[in-house]
């Protein structure tokens, strides 16, 4: 039999990536922005954004963190609020 190590319940990290995927189009929305003008502003494809936002794909860490300072937030703060929401919630 395997022991799992004492520590924190392991963290869900697609429930984590869906709040923030959640966040950052909620952000987008109330700054009245179409997802042409997050990609314009971005760099990406309109394509890329559509597929970031219906969750078909992810983007990788240096587009994610583009792409939320695109929209004036922290991710690291956001990252870290979610993981803390996670952890507590199964605990």
């Known amino acids: 039999m395997t022991t799992r190590p004492s520590g924190p319940p392991p963290i869900s990290w697609?429930?984590?990536w869906?709040?923030?995927q959640g966040q950052l189009m909620?952000?987008?929305k109330a700054l009245g922005?179409?997802?042409q003008t997050l990609a314009d502003l971005t760099g990406m494809s309109l394509a890329t954004v559509k597929r970031w936002e219906l969750g078909t794909s992810t983007p990788n860490?240096?587009?994610l963190f583009q792409w939320a300072a695109a929209l004036g937030?922290?991710?690291t703060s956001t990252v870290s609020e979610s993981v803390t929401t996670d952890t507590a919630?199964?605990?």
Do not use: P, T, V
Request: glycine share 4%; no cysteine.
């Open 14 to 16: 697609q429930k984590s």
């Open 18 to 20: 869906m709040k923030l």
């Open 26 to 28: 909620r952000q987008r």
């Open 33 to 35: 922005w179409s997802q």
């Open 61 to 63: 860490a240096m587009d």
């Open 73 to 75: 937030i922290e991710i």
């Open 89 to 91: 919630g199964a605990a």
